[in-house]
Structure formats: C-alpha cells, structure tokens
C-alpha cells in the first residue's frame, strides 16, 4: 500500500469520503520462489461502487525507479494499461506516496461457471508489515496477525468472505446470501 506523508488516503477511509482510492503495488505468490507479474493498481470507491484499474509488469522489470523516474518505454499489453500506469504515477508524484505497509494473505478464489464474471473469494492468514522501500520481495520483515479478534471487531477471529460481480449478482449468489444470512460489511486491510 502506497500512502502520502500525512497519510491522505488512509484518512479517506478513516472518515469515510464518498469518493476515495487507494494505490497499490500487488504481486500474487505461485509457489516455489516463482514470482508472478507486478500489478500497479488504483482501487477507486466511487458512491458505494469499487472500481479498478491496473496495468502489469514482469517481476524483472520492477524497481521505484519506475515510479519514481518514469523515463523509459515499459511493455504494457495495451494502450490503457499504458493509461493506467500513467495515472499511477501521476497520483503517486501529485500525493509524494511511498510504499507504507505490506499486505499479504492467503486466497481461495472461485468463479461461476455460466456467469459473465461472478466470484467467490476467502482471505485468510492476513498479515501487515510496516514498508521501508520498494523493494517487494524483501523478508527483513516483522509480520502482524491482522485477522485476530481485535483487528477484526467482532467475538471471533475469521476469514474475509467476498462477492464480486460487475453487474446484478447471479441466482447462486443471492441464494448463498440468505442461506447464510449473509450481511455486507466493509473490511479494508490497509485500514485495518
């Protein structure tokens, strides 16, 4: 999670602005050493609506300088990849966000089979560290339990369950919400 000095963003959340975003620099662990892509990420909430945007980059081409210098020709896979790195940095530069804390959980993610897009996911073993550069993969870190009691409100520990969808929520997802008694509550990991 990228953050201001002051902590701008974190304070969108904090008080609960109708329009915030969030930046993010986001790898996904395969296992084995193997690393995946980098993904440059603004999460947008926009009246109550999350949206994404994103452009991606091997592991061997990551480095701040990117962000910090971005003077050289990148292998985006689109034009508005390329958009959206351009607007990363543009948010980066205009905010002076640096890297502020460190991210990481365990995910079981599950699609529809017949929907357009639908997906289940569980967040567990989550866990902060406090960032001190940009480097991603660095493990000189202490890591935090995050999913405890205390971090999570409530009288139990647990994982994060989500719905997503990019238009109306399909049978499947309505039955398993009143089956369970499913109730939409915010969770935001940076925050917590």
């Not at 930046?23 to 050493?33: A, E, F, N, S």
């Not at 034009?79 to 980066?92: D, G, I, P, S």
Request: with cysteine; net charge positive; hydrophobic share 40%.
């Amino acid at each position: 999670q990228l953050d201001s000095p002051d902590l701008a963003l974190h304070r969108a959340k904090e008080f609960e602005a109708l329009n915030r975003f969030k930046l993010r620099v986001r790898t996904y662990d395969i296992g084995q050493g193997a690393r995946t892509k980098v993904f440059l990420e603004i999460k947008r909430k926009i009246k109550g609506i999350i949206v994404k945007s994103r452009a991606s980059l091997p592991p061997d081409l990551w480095s701040g300088d990117i962000i910090l210098q971005p003077n050289r020709h990148l292998p985006f896979k689109s034009v508005n990849e390329t958009m959206n790195y351009l607007n990363f940095v543009r948010l980066v530069k205009q905010l002076h966000a640096r890297p502020v804390m460190r991210i990481r959980y365990e995910r079981e993610s599950y699609l529809g089979k017949y929907d357009n897009y639908a997906r289940l996911t569980f967040d567990g073993r989550m866990r902060y560290a406090r960032a001190r550069n940009w480097d991603l993969w660095d493990e000189n870190v202490r890591w935090w339990s995050m999913d405890t009691t205390t971090a999570l409100n409530r009288d139990f520990g647990g994982v994060i369950l989500e719905l997503k969808t990019f238009s109306d929520a399909p049978e499947w997802m309505v039955d398993l919400t009143q089956r369970f008694d499913l109730v939409r509550v915010g969770f935001c990991k940076y925050f917590t």
